[in-house]
Structure formats: structure tokens, C-alpha cells
């Protein structure tokens, strides 16, 4: 926990490895990835980060209210995109059946509803693994 | 006790023969002739593009054919999440706290 080399090492690496894990999530309807394996890699730095840094930082990090408040909504966040569908009048979940703009294949922007929802799971499991974890970390003695 | 583990020893080998026989009249993995290789694969593979407009047919399947699958798997997130929590945290009122 007290080594330099460690910690510059991860100074380094951590805000790439973040970055990649957002972009997983973002890019996960063009490209090979998806929301849980990015979203496992965003989870993973942060705890990466926890253990490195001692878990006082890595809580400054993610307060325990955005944990809260992500755990809780995350999936309320899919149930809202699942509602868009019942709103126009399809059934729920519906993205092409709800007349929703799928727009060009391969673009970021493609898809409909499918990037939002994705977005949603990802910090959604980015998410759960930081609460699982900082949980178990913080057991009192 | 000798004498009981014979029927049982039988039993066991008998079910697992019928395991073996069923096993041996699966067809060869793989093959294009396979109960697997039905219409629904293919429906996937051709009606993706232009059902779900994504270029990646596995997010076209999870988040948008079976996403009901998928918000129920959020929800066994959720749940796992809720279990530590309340197994595991420590309230912070009673004990005086840190």
C-alpha cells in the first residue's frame, strides 16, 4: 500500500484504463465489448485504485452517496427506457417498434434506444462492483 | 452395508448407461444439419441490421430482442448488491461511529 513505484505506476495506467472502460460502454453496439465487460472495467479501476491508495482516498473517490444514488436509479433507468416504448404506444422495451430513429448503421449514434440502455447497465455494473466491494473493505474491526 | 451397496452400485451404473445412450444419439457438434441451426439463428443473423440498426448482433440480442432478460439481470445486480449491504454494512449510529 506505502509503494511509490505502485502507486506512480497506477497514477498512470488508471486514467486509460478508465477511459477505455467508458469507451467499451459507449461504443458497445459498434464495436466487439458491451456494457457489463466495460463497465466491469470501470468498476475494476476504481477498486484497483482503492487498493493502492488505502480506501480512504479511493471513498473520496466515489462518496458513498453516488453509489446510492447510481445503485438505486440504475435500474429505474432502464425501466424509463423501457417506458419511451409504451409512451408512442408500443409495448414496453419496444426501440424500432416504437418508430424511433435507428439512424446510420456503424455510427455512435445508431441504434435507437440500445446505447442508452447500454450506458445505464454499464455504470449500472461499474457500479456494483465498487459498492461489493468497498462493502467488504469496509468492515469494521 | 456390503450387501447394500450392490443395488445401489447397479442403479448407478444403469442410470449412467442411459445417460451414455442418450448422449451417443446427439448429433455431431457443429454440423449444419443440427436442431440448433433452426430459423431463429438465422432470423437473427439477417433481421438484426435492420431490426435494431447495430452493427454488433450480440448487444442486438441483449439489450434489444431479450431485454426484458437483461433488466431482470440489472435486478439480480441490484439484489446481490442489497445482500452484502445488508449482511455486511455496519450502521454508523449505534457505536458512536468513526
Redesign the interface.
Known amino acids: 500500500m506505502r509503494d511509490f513505484i505502485l502507486k506512480r505506476v497506477a497514477a498512470l495506467l488508471l486514467p486509460f484504463i478508465q477511459m477505455y472502460g467508458l469507451y467499451v460502454i459507449l461504443h458497445?453496439?459498434?464495436?466487439?465489448?458491451?456494457?457489463f465487460a466495460g463497465g466491469i472495467v470501470v468498476g475494476l479501476a476504481f477498486i484497483a485504485f482503492t487498493t493502492i491508495y488505502g480506501l480512504e482516498r479511493g471513498r473520496a473517490k466515489v462518496p458513498e452517496k453516488v453509489t446510492t444514488l447510481v445503485?438505486s436509479y440504475?435500474?429505474l433507468w432502464?425501466?424509463m427506457m423501457?417506458m419511451v416504448g409504451v409512451f408512442k404506444g408500443a409495448p414496453f422495451?419496444a426501440?424500432?417498434m416504437a418508430g424511433i430513429d435507428?439512424?446510420e448503421?456503424?455510427a455512435l449514434s445508431?441504434?435507437?434506444l440500445?446505447g442508452l440502455?447500454?450506458l445505464g447497465?454499464g455504470i449500472?455494473?461499474a457500479s456494483?462492483m465498487i459498492?461489493?466491494f468497498f462493502?467488504?473493505m469496509?468492515?469494521?474491526p | 452395508m456390503k450387501l447394500r451397496t450392490l443395488p445401489i452400485l447397479f442403479i448407478l451404473l444403469l442410470a449412467a448407461y442411459v445417460v451414455l445412450v442418450a448422449v451417443a444419439e446427439l448429433p455431431p457438434y457443429g454440423m449444419s444439419g443440427n436442431p440448433v441451426q433452426n430459423q431463429v439463428s438465422e432470423g437473427y443473423i439477417e433481421n438484426a441490421?435492420e431490426?435494431?440498426?447495430?452493427?454488433?448482433m450480440?448487444?442486438?440480442i441483449?439489450?434489444?430482442y431479450r431485454?426484458?432478460d437483461?433488466?431482470f439481470e440489472?435486478?439480480v445486480?441490484?439484489t446481490?448488491?442489497l445482500a452484502?449491504?445488508i449482511t455486511?454494512?455496519?450502521t454508523e449510529k449505534e457505536g458512536g461511529g468513526k
Open positions: 458497445g453496439h459498434v464495436s466487439p465489448g458491451g456494457s445503485e440504475g435500474t432502464y425501466g423501457g422495451l426501440n424500432k435507428l439512424g448503421l456503424g445508431s441504434g435507437g440500445i440502455i447500454g447497465v449500472r455494473v456494483t459498492t461489493l462493502t467488504m469496509e468492515e469494521e | 441490421w431490426e435494431t440498426g447495430v452493427l454488433n450480440i448487444t442486438a441483449v439489450l434489444d431485454a426484458y437483461t433488466m440489472t435486478i445486480l441490484f446481490a448488491v452484502v449491504i455486511l454494512k455496519t
